[in-house]
């Protein structure tokens, strides 16, 4: 049994949802799982929609929405003949849920809201695309996977009851593939003991795909994106970046780390436990070769190129030039867990501690503001942090050309530079 990942780009039209269909339709004669994510900018879109819900803007809510029914339903007019009702009669069920949601008032938290709204769109775009399979002659069977993917309550970022999910996996959808050939269901969304949908974190979908093909004992995974491979750099910022057709699971969890937005990081273990290749190809062109993930130790990198943007750079100072002891270092410790923010960088000297973070201005205001009770505080904003994996002289000096660096960092395999422009 192969797992498929598709992504929103890959379903963002009626064509691209053809496109899709026809890949899978290549691969007669397989079994496969297919995990799906929403259409295109569905989830941002669903996201408003919570917004303006839990600010008690119901007219806005309702309007916003409207716009995302308008698209789906738009969308299975055009992509289907035979089973466009019965696909319209899915969605409005969907569509129905979320309503009666929002009529209420909220009442709960933020996340809870969240993720009872933002789990739609996952379950729309799977609902259109198994409708379309099984108009297209393929033996197709539709899974909510809030069924199947149990999960705690903490929403927007839930954490996966393993036990529950895998005997669930082999006990439901192993038998349904006597019948079918192909189950569809949706990445990104789950669901607790106490039926409240939950969600995985944003781009969350490949790391269902693992799981799916963890519990299930999956062959491979191959997740289809709108690029040829994995680059050793982002294309648009360097002309020079190259295709990599092999990589260990290792160094695909070091990059995921260092911030590259290659596959989303929580996707390698469920695989790397089970030895379960993972392949990226393009959805536009099927045929290319692709990216192939697995135990295998990849060999003559190229130096492999990774930019965070929008760092800021803050500077802990002792108060009175004295050393900066354990204690208080504890305490800055604390605090950042007590924001959820975490350093990209730290250095430390005798009397301050450099830490470089993600720019999330509200975050980062509120860390400046309770840590001057420890120490001076200073702050630079709009920094760079570059990544080289596999780095030569030639690759650092061109990449810094012209930059100031404030703070670098060297291993045998890695250098981070924080530069301003
Ligand atoms: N639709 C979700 C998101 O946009 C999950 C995913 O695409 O993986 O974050
Ligand atoms: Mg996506």
């Known amino acids: 049994m192969k797992v498929f990942k598709f992504g929103g780009a890959s379903i963002n039209s009626v064509d691209r949802f053809k496109n899709t269909a026809k890949i899978i339709q290549s691969f007669t004669g397989e079994k496969m799982l297919i995990v799906i994510s929403a259409m295109g900018k569905t989830t941002n879109a669903l996201e408003s929609v919570v917004n303006a819900f839990f600010d008690g803007r119901k007219e806005d809510a309702l309007l916003l929405f409207d716009q995302l029914k308008k698209n789906h339903l738009d969308t299975i007019k055009y992509l289907m003949v035979s089973n466009w ?58 899974l909510d996977v809030r ?10 970022d839930a954490t996966i009851d393993w036990d529950f999910t895998k005997t669930t996996m082999q006990s439901t959808i192993t038998p349904l593939f006597d019948e079918y050939d192909v189950v569809v269901t949706q990445g990104f969304i789950g669901s607790t003991d106490a039926n409240e949908s939950t969600t995985l974190g944003r781009e969350g979908s490949d790391y269902s795909a693992a799981v799916f093909a963890n519990g299930l004992n999956g062959n491979s995974v191959t997740i289809w994106k709108d690029v040829d491979a994995v680059m050793s750099a982002d294309p648009k910022k360097y002309p020079d970046a190259t295709i990599i057709h092999a990589l260990s699971f290792t160094e695909v969890i070091e990059m995921a780390y260092y911030g590259a937005q290659v596959i989303h990081p929580k996707t390698i273990k469920p695989l790397q436990n089970k030895n379960i290749p993972l392949f990226v190809k393009s959805f536009l062109a099927p045929n290319l070769e692709g990216t192939k993930i697995s135990r295998e130790i990849s060999k003559n990198l190229p130096p492999i190129i990774v930019n965070k943007e929008k760092q800021v750079l803050i500077q802990f100072k002792s108060k009175d030039f004295s050393f900066v002891e354990d204690k208080p270092i504890h305490q800055l410790h604390a605090l950042f867990n007590s924001i959820r923010i975490k350093p990209n960088l730290s250095q430390n000297t005798a009397i301050s501690l450099l830490r470089c973070f993600d720019d999330h201005s509200e975050k980062i205001d509120l860390l400046a503001q309770a840590a001057t009770e420890l120490f001076d505080v200073e702050l630079e ?41």
């Not at 319209?88 to 993720?115: G, V």
């Not at 069924?147 to 927007?156: A, L, P, Q």
């Open 381 to 421: 904003r709009n920094l760079t942090l570059l990544t080289i994996r596999h780095y030569n002289e030639n690759a650092i000096a061109q990449l810094t050309k012209g930059k100031k660096i404030l703070l670098e960092q060297k291993t045998t395999d890695t250098v981070q530079m924080l530069m301003r422009e």
């Open 147 to 156: 069924d199947i993917i149990r999960t705690d309550d903490h929403f927007r």
């Open 85 to 142: 009702q019965q696909a319209e009669n899915q969605l409005k069920e969907f569509f129905t849920e979320i309503e009666w949601l929002l009529h209420d008032k909220p009442i709960r938290n933020y996340d809870y809201y969240y993720d009872q709204i933002v789990c739609c769109g996952e379950l729309f775009s799977s609902s259109i695309l198994s409708n379309y399979l099984e108009e297209q002659q393929v033996k197709t069977k539709w």
